[in-house]
Protein backbone atom coordinates (compact mmCIF):
# COMPACT_ATOMS: atom_id res chain seq x y z
CA UNK A 1 0.00 0.00 0.00
CA UNK A 2 0.97 3.37 -0.71
CA UNK A 3 -0.10 7.13 1.03
CA UNK A 4 0.59 10.07 -0.94
CA UNK A 5 0.71 13.88 -0.22
CA UNK A 6 0.38 16.36 -2.78
CA UNK A 7 1.94 19.52 -2.73
CA UNK A 8 2.95 23.23 -4.46
CA UNK A 9 -0.47 24.35 -5.25
CA UNK A 10 -0.94 27.96 -4.73
CA UNK A 11 -2.55 31.27 -5.98
CA UNK A 12 -0.62 32.95 -9.04
CA UNK A 13 -1.67 34.85 -11.85
CA UNK A 14 -1.96 33.76 -15.38
CA UNK A 15 0.96 33.36 -17.46
CA UNK A 16 2.40 32.23 -14.11
CA UNK A 17 4.24 29.09 -13.20
CA UNK A 18 4.04 26.72 -10.65
CA UNK A 19 5.97 22.78 -9.27
CA UNK A 20 3.40 20.51 -7.98
CA UNK A 21 5.34 17.62 -5.94
CA UNK A 22 3.63 14.48 -5.20
CA UNK A 23 5.32 12.07 -2.57
CA UNK A 24 4.40 8.58 -1.65
CA UNK A 25 5.22 6.90 1.17
CA UNK A 26 6.57 3.31 1.57
CA UNK A 27 8.94 1.30 -0.49
CA UNK A 28 8.62 0.01 -4.33
CA UNK A 29 7.68 3.25 -5.37
CA UNK A 30 9.57 2.44 -8.54
CA UNK A 31 6.85 -0.42 -9.03
CA UNK A 32 3.90 2.10 -9.89
CA UNK A 33 2.81 4.65 -12.61
CA UNK A 34 1.92 7.61 -11.88
CA UNK A 35 -0.74 10.24 -12.61
CA UNK A 36 -1.94 13.77 -12.18
CA UNK A 37 -5.82 14.72 -11.85
CA UNK A 38 -8.15 17.56 -11.88
CA UNK A 39 -11.24 18.33 -10.40
CA UNK A 40 -13.57 21.20 -9.93
CA UNK A 41 -16.98 21.17 -8.59
CA UNK A 42 -19.29 20.48 -10.67
CA UNK A 43 -17.19 18.67 -13.19
CA UNK A 44 -15.73 15.28 -13.47
CA UNK A 45 -12.29 14.23 -12.67
CA UNK A 46 -10.26 15.07 -15.60
CA UNK A 47 -6.72 13.43 -16.70
CA UNK A 48 -3.70 15.97 -16.66
CA UNK A 49 -0.91 13.75 -17.24
CA UNK A 50 0.92 10.51 -16.40
CA UNK A 51 3.99 8.83 -16.06
CA UNK A 52 4.99 5.10 -16.70
CA UNK A 53 7.37 3.84 -13.88
CA UNK A 54 10.51 3.78 -15.09
CA UNK A 55 9.79 7.70 -16.40
CA UNK A 56 9.79 6.91 -19.89
CA UNK A 57 6.69 6.71 -20.82
CA UNK A 58 4.34 10.04 -20.69
CA UNK A 59 1.21 11.33 -21.64
CA UNK A 60 -0.85 14.24 -21.39
CA UNK A 61 -4.34 15.71 -21.35
CA UNK A 62 -5.01 17.49 -24.51
CA UNK A 63 -6.14 20.53 -23.11
CA UNK A 64 -2.04 20.68 -21.41
CA UNK A 65 -0.85 21.72 -25.09
CA UNK A 66 2.67 21.70 -23.98
CA UNK A 67 2.68 23.72 -21.11
CA UNK A 68 2.97 20.88 -18.86
CA UNK A 69 6.02 18.67 -17.98
CA UNK A 70 5.61 15.21 -15.89
CA UNK A 71 8.31 13.76 -14.08
CA UNK A 72 9.65 11.33 -11.33
CA UNK A 73 12.50 10.38 -9.33
CA UNK A 74 12.32 7.43 -7.89
CA UNK A 75 14.90 7.95 -5.45
CA UNK A 76 13.01 10.66 -4.15
CA UNK A 77 9.50 8.38 -4.04
CA UNK A 78 8.15 11.62 -5.85
CA UNK A 79 6.71 12.92 -9.05
CA UNK A 80 6.15 16.03 -10.26
CA UNK A 81 4.40 18.25 -12.51
CA UNK A 82 5.84 21.18 -13.88
CA UNK A 83 3.18 23.87 -14.84
CA UNK A 84 3.98 26.63 -17.07
CA UNK A 85 1.66 29.23 -18.73
CA UNK A 86 -1.25 28.78 -16.69
CA UNK A 87 -4.65 30.17 -17.34
CA UNK A 88 -7.72 30.64 -15.21
CA UNK A 89 -9.29 27.37 -17.13
CA UNK A 90 -6.26 25.68 -14.71
CA UNK A 91 -7.63 26.59 -11.73
CA UNK A 92 -8.40 22.83 -9.69
CA UNK A 93 -7.48 20.75 -7.09
CA UNK A 94 -5.00 18.75 -8.38
CA UNK A 95 -4.80 15.06 -7.46
CA UNK A 96 -1.50 12.47 -7.75
CA UNK A 97 -2.41 9.27 -8.17
CA UNK A 98 -0.47 5.59 -8.02
CA UNK A 99 -1.06 2.40 -9.82
CA UNK A 100 0.67 -0.62 -8.70
CA UNK A 101 1.88 -2.49 -11.70
CA UNK A 102 2.96 -5.94 -12.94
CA UNK A 103 6.82 -5.80 -12.76
CA UNK A 104 6.58 -9.04 -15.53
CA UNK A 105 4.95 -6.03 -17.68
CA UNK A 106 6.78 -2.97 -19.74
CA UNK A 107 8.12 -0.49 -17.57
CA UNK A 108 7.38 2.17 -20.16
CA UNK A 109 3.16 1.86 -19.97
CA UNK A 110 1.02 4.73 -18.55
CA UNK A 111 -2.31 4.79 -17.85
CA UNK A 112 -4.63 7.74 -18.15
CA UNK A 113 -8.31 6.66 -16.86
CA UNK A 114 -8.75 7.45 -13.53
CA UNK A 115 -10.18 3.66 -12.48
CA UNK A 116 -7.11 2.50 -13.57
CA UNK A 117 -5.30 3.83 -10.26
CA UNK A 118 -5.44 2.04 -7.04
CA UNK A 119 -4.09 5.09 -4.55
CA UNK A 120 -5.30 9.07 -4.63
CA UNK A 121 -3.53 11.38 -2.42
CA UNK A 122 -5.53 14.31 -0.77
CA UNK A 123 -5.20 16.71 -3.48
CA UNK A 124 -3.97 20.43 -3.85
CA UNK A 125 -5.34 23.52 -4.78
CA UNK A 126 -4.58 25.69 -7.63
CA UNK A 127 -5.88 29.06 -8.25
CA UNK A 128 -4.92 30.75 -11.51
CA UNK A 129 -6.01 34.58 -11.80
CA UNK A 130 -7.13 36.10 -14.52
Known amino acids: QVQLVASGGGLVQAGDSLRLSCTAS????????MGWFRQTPGKDREFVAAISRNGEGTNYGTFVKGRFTISRENAKNTVYLQMNSLEAEDTAVYLCAARMTDPFSSGSFYYTANHAYNYWGQGTQVTVSS
Open 26 to 33: GRAFSTYA
